[in-house]
């Protein structure tokens, strides 16, 4: 285990509806990450949060809103969401946000948008 | 931004066999380079880390060479063993930026 946990591990929704992805880390982290891991596409950086305030967001379509009420909670909710937006979506930490920091991945959650 | 391309996409290798895989980085500025390991149902996990600050590190079974003036870096994996089998991703940080540019990963199968 890393440290790292995703709730749920599998998802299926419609495009109408509403859900939210969390995230957790038990390691005492400042910073946490929201990826987008699509089939034979390397992993693409959605967000980053340093000390709870969002500090990157890669140019994220709107019915992806992320919170982040404490530097060990994360929250991806989702709405309105399109058939290719079916990925794995994975949660990362690091202890903060560098050029040098090692991130710590959660096994992620398999979302599927029919 | 920084541009990370990882070689072969697919690698299969006996067991007790070397295997290798290749990235290359484009910004010259760049100066952590992680690789990660994702088995089935996972998330990746990291399993060595080179700053470009020195040429080569060892864990083990597991290397990782750089080569600045190229720019590119290789994992090298010894005595392959059937729980190597997993998909590798490398990745850069570039100039300017604290965000990781992965590869797009090499699915490794060791055959027993």
């Known amino acids: 285990e890393t440290g790292v946990t995703q709730t749920p591990r599998h998802l299926v929704m419609g495009m109408t509806n509403k859900k939210s992805l969390k995230c957790e880390q038990h390691?005492?982290?400042?910073?946490m990450y929201w990826y987008k891991q699509s089939a034979k596409k390397p992993l693409e950086l959605m967000f980053v949060y340093n000390f709870k305030e969002q500090t990157e967001n890669n140019s994220v379509p709107s019915r992806f809103s992320p919170e982040c009420p404490n530097s060990s909670h994360l929250f991806l909710h989702l709405h309105t969401l399109q058939p290719e937006d079916s990925a794995l979506y994975l949660c990362?930490?690091?202890?903060?946000?560098?050029?040098?920091?090692?991130?710590?991945f959660g096994p992620g959650t398999r979302l599927l948008v029919l | 931004g920084e541009n990370v391309e990882q070689h072969p996409s697919t690698l299969s290798v006996q067991e007790g066999d070397s295997a290798v895989i290749k990235c290359t980085y484009s910004?010259?500025?760049?100066?952590?380079f992680p690789w990660y390991k994702q088995e089935l149902g996972k998330g990746p996990q990291l399993i060595i880390d080179i700053r470009s600050n020195v040429g080569e590190k060892k864990d083990q079974r597991i290397a990782v060479t750089l080569n600045k003036t190229a720019k590119h870096f290789s994992l090298h994996i010894t005595e392959t063993q059937p729980e190597d089998s997993a998909v590798y991703f490398c990745a850069a940080t570039g100039a300017g930026s604290y965000q990781l540019t992965f590869g797009k990963g090499t699915k490794l199968s060791v055959i027993p």
């Open positions: 910004d010259s500025a760049s100066n952590y």
């Open positions: 990362a930490s690091s202890q903060d946000y560098g050029r040098q920091e090692t991130q710590y």
């Open positions: 390691l005492g982290h400042n910073a």
